[in-house]
C-alpha cells in the first residue's frame, strides 16, 4: 500500500518524490519508471543549463519560479556534493 504513487523517474517526478518524503516522512512514495534506469528521457539529455530567468518578463510566475529554481538547484547541488558550475553569461544585444 501505498500513500502516494507518481508516475515517471525525471526530474519532475524525482522532485516531487523528494519534497513528498520531506514533507509526510510517514507516508510510503512510489515512483513508477518505464525505462530500466531513472531520468532516461529529457532529464538525461538536456543541455545542462541552470536557466537564470533573465529571458522571462520581470516579475512574472516564470521568471520568480526559474530564480526560485536556479537557488534550489545550486543548493542541493551544494548539500549533496554534485558539481556544478555557475559560470555566468554574455548577452549581445544584436540591434
Ligand atoms: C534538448 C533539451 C535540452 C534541454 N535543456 C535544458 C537545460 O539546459 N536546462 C533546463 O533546466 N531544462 C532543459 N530542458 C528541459 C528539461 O530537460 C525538462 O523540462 C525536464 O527534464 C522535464 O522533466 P520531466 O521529469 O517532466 O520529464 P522526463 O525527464 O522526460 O521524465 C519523464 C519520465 O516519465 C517516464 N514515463 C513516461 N510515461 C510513463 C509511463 N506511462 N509509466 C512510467 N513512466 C513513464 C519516462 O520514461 C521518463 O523517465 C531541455 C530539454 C530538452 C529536450
Excluded: W
Amino acid at each position: 500500500m501505498y500513500d502516494f504513487i507518481i508516475v515517471g523517474g525525471g526530474i519532475v517526478g524525482l522532485s516531487v518524490g523528494l519534497s513528498l518524503t520531506k514533507q509526510y516522512p510517514s507516508k510510503k512514495v512510489l515512483i513508477l519508471e518505464k525505462e530500466q534506469e531513472l531520468a532516461s528521457h529529457q532529464t538525461g539529455h538536456n543541455s545542462g543549463v541552470i536557466h537564470s530567468g533573465i529571458y522571462y518578463k520581470p516579475g512574472s510566475l516564470k521568471a520568480r519560479l526559474a530564480k526560485q529554481g536556479n537557488r534550489s538547484m545550486v543548493d542541493f547541488c551544494q548539500k549533496e556534493g554534485i558539481d556544478y558550475d555557475v559560470c555566468g553569461k554574455v548577452i549581445v544585444a544584436t540591434n
